[in-house]
């Protein structure tokens, strides 16, 4: 997208569409002033931006408050008990008004051109896109730069690769989406009533069930850093008792009801084994056993599935 399209801080904000950016924070203390920073430094000139406290326990909550006060147009929601991301952020997003979001993890940060490149994108594209997702940069603890999430191989090609357009079998077979990235048009999101309040986690579920109405489209730019850290969501996936993969599993059943044709369920089934495989290496035999007893639905299992279901099965005789 060249620079020229973008939107600067003069631009008319009646030719500019209101963005909504919801900021959830959960015990994010020592990022949260660098996340807040980021959404001022954004060029773009017409936002909407909903603070959204759940129940931390460090000094998060003041921290929001300091900037609500200061920015008396941005809303306030400290929340008395932890919903989860799922629940907080729809609270924001139903009382919210832009024709495009952000889910934006106060943990993350946004590279000043980040709104002003995507909305372009939008206006460029088709109507049935539902999202515009690009390239991040992920980030230490301590702000420190990796590498990037789609990076350039030898051979020329990024990877993991991105896909543009009718992407539903794609998000089945594998993961290349940097979450934090992406821009939803909110017609994609009422569509779907926002996020599934009963999962524990949003990306997963969403990309499945939008990705079935709307098209993706990647833009290469890199918009957003995204910081690793071990009190992420995504450093939690797996771990004994979490409960990311019982919501893993319940998704699954959701794109096997969507999936249509031997492609889409062929890619079903690559995710499946992804998962089946992760079930057993962490121990998670109840797990695996329904992954598998879904995998079936998916067509013939392999001697390698068998093997791993009849070991879980085993292990809790």
């Known amino acids: 997208m060249p620079n020229s399209s973008f939107f ?16 959830l924070c959960h015990n994010h203390a020592p990022f949260v002033r660098e996340a807040l ?10 936002l909407e931006v909903w603070l959204v406290d759940d129940a931390s326990t460090d000094g998060s909550p003041a921290i929001l408050q300091e900037y609500a006060a200061r920015h ?7 929340l008395p008990e932890n919903l989860g991301n799922c629940r907080a952020f729809n609270l924001a997003f139903r009382q919210s008004s832009g024709d495009f979001v952000i889910d934006f993890a106060t943990d993350d940060v946004l590279l000043p051109n980040r709104v002003a490149q995507q909305v372009a994108a939008f206006q460029a594209a088709e109507p049935m896109v539902g999202v515009v997702y690009s390239n991040a940069e992920p980030i230490t603890e301590d702000g420190k730069l990796l590498s990037l999430h789609h990076r350039l191989a030898s051979h020329g090609e990024l990877l993991p690769r991105p896909a543009s357009g009718w992407v539903f079998a794609e998000v089945l077979r594998r993961y290349f989406i940097s979450t934090p990235t992406m821009m939803m048009r909110r017609a994609c999101l009422d569509q779907l009533g926002g996020y599934d309040e009963t999962l524990a986690y949003e990306d997963f579920d969403f990309w499945v069930r939008a990705s ?3 098209q993706f489209l990647y833009l290469n730019e890199v918009t957003t850093r995204k910081r690793k850290h071990p009190r992420s969501m995504s450093s939690r996936a797996y771990q004994r008792h979490d409960p990311y993969l019982a919501s893993t599993i319940e998704v699954c059943k959701k794109a096997l009801a969507l999936a249509n ?14 998962e089946l495989r992760q079930a057993v290496r962490r121990h998670r035999h109840a797990e695996a056993r329904e992954l598998f007893r879904l995998l079936r ?12 279901a009849g070991w879980s099965h085993l292990y809790t005789l």
């Not at 600067?8 to 900021?23: G, K, Q």
């Open 8 to 23: 600067t801080p003069h631009s008319s904000l009646s030719a500019a569409p209101l963005v909504t950016i919801v900021a």
């Open 37 to 46: 920073d980021s959404i001022l430094s954004q060029t773009y000139p017409n």
């Open 261 to 274: 044709g031997p492609i889409e369920r062929g890619a079903l089934a690559t995710r499946l084994r992804w």
């Open 212 to 214: 079935r109405e709307w």
């Open 72 to 78: 008396p147009t941005w809303k306030l929601l400290l």
């Open 297 to 308: 639905q998916t067509g013939p299992p392999s001697p390698l599935d068998w093997a791993l």
